[in-house]
């Protein structure tokens, strides 16, 4: 889950910034371009741990937020690399940080809300060091699973090793029919024509599938078919939602390529999925035909149907953000989209303003 980055390093071009499948020497990557085709095994490897290293970032970040009032979040810290003090991010990135967190865990928990109980599996792509299964285990029964590199499951099995609170929930809940499972796996094996089978998900179930800043890395098509993969296979329904950069093409986001393109990192699936509504129907491509959403990040926080007013108010309060125009720019080029079908997600997403 790469970060939101800061806008200054976008106008400055020095610090850069830090993404899922960057490639070193200034060298943009071209569409549908991943690392089975890279020249040199080493620099595909070199790309691979720093797309794996990204979940680092991401849980800083959340950290910060959490540390100064803006998310409530009891497990994160068990993730937390040990001895290592929080380091506090700007305004920005904690309010962005904040946005991404609570629309996400808003469409999850509607989904999972559902009156018939019916949506009972989330599989997670690229979940590095997320903390939303313990979260959600606390109020839904769920079969969670979470596929990432073998490097980042191997931490989240070691924070269960150290944590004695994280072992402890997953024994509590586990008797109340909740499960989770850690998958290791390089989500491109998956887009192959001999895909391997991913061991404990139930194919019957209705399923949501979550992708927070990892697929916007791989190729277009690559992106696509791992997507087929799930959507293919599953005989429920199926919800999909995504939280990627849009709007490469206005001002803001020129300056926002070209500062990524310089450092060598590509966000594949940007250009392709440029917009709100190239991403609805991107959704409808992915057979998800009964209904599509896109909404950007201040979109969002500006909608009280997403948060409400008194709780944007308690988020404004808590540090001074005078950069109110450069939080409307970055806000505006990041978006959460959603698309489904089946009468579960119709139920739970059909109300939500698109």
């Known amino acids: 889950m790469a970060d939101i980055p800061n806008l200054n390093t976008l106008r400055s071009g020095r610090g850069g910034l830090r993404g899922r499948g960057f490639r070193r020497g200034g060298r943009a990557i071209p569409e549908n371009d991943d690392s089975s085709t890279l020249p040199l095994e080493s620099e595909a490897q070199a790309r691979d741990r720093l797309i794996q290293q990204t979940d680092n970032d991401a849980s800083a970040s959340r950290l910060s937020a959490i ?82 590199f073998e490097a980042n499951v191997a931490t989240k099995r070691g924070a269960f090793e150290r944590s004695s609170e994280l072992s402890l929930h997953k024994k509590m809940y586990t008797k109340t029919g909740t499960a989770h499972y850690l998958h290791a796996i390089d989500l491109r094996e998956l887009a192959s024509d001999d895909a391997p089978t991913l061991p404990d998900i139930d194919w019957t179930l209705p399923t949501l599938i979550l992708s927070e800043c990892c697929l916007c890395y791989l190729a277009p098509d690559t992106a ?116 489904w079908k089946g009468d579960v997600f119709s139920r739970a997403w059909e109300g939500l303003k698109a």
């Open 224 to 339: 696509s078919a791992v997507i087929n993969y799930f959507t293919s296979r599953l005989k429920g329904a199926v919800g999909l939602v995504l939280y990627e950069p849009i709007r490469p093409n206005d001002a803001f986001g020129k300056t926002m390529v070209s500062n990524l393109g310089s450092r060598g990192i590509h966000m594949q699936t940007l250009q392709r999925y440029h917009s709100l509504e190239t991403q609805r129907q991107r959704m409808k491509l992915a057979g998800l035909g009964e209904g599509q959403g896109a909404r950007d990040i201040y979109q969002i926080w500006e909608s009280e149907a997403w948060i409400p007013k008194a709780e944007r108010e308690r988020v404004e309060a808590l540090e001074w953000l005078d950069e109110i125009e450069e939080w409307k720019l970055l806000a505006s080029h990041y978006c959460v989209a959603w698309g």
């Open 67 to 148: 540390e100064l009032g803006y998310l409530n979040d009891d497990y994160a810290k068990e993730f937390a690399q040990p001895g290592v003090p929080v380091t506090r991010r700007y305004p920005i990135i904690n309010r962005g940080t904040y946005v991404r967190s609570q629309a996400i865990d808003h469409l999850v928990g509607l989904a999972l809300n559902d009156e018939a109980q019916a949506c009972g599996q989330v599989i997670s792509l690229g979940a590095g060091s997320d903390t939303r299964y313990f979260r959600m285990s606390q109020n839904y029964r769920v079969q969670y699973h979470e596929l990432d």
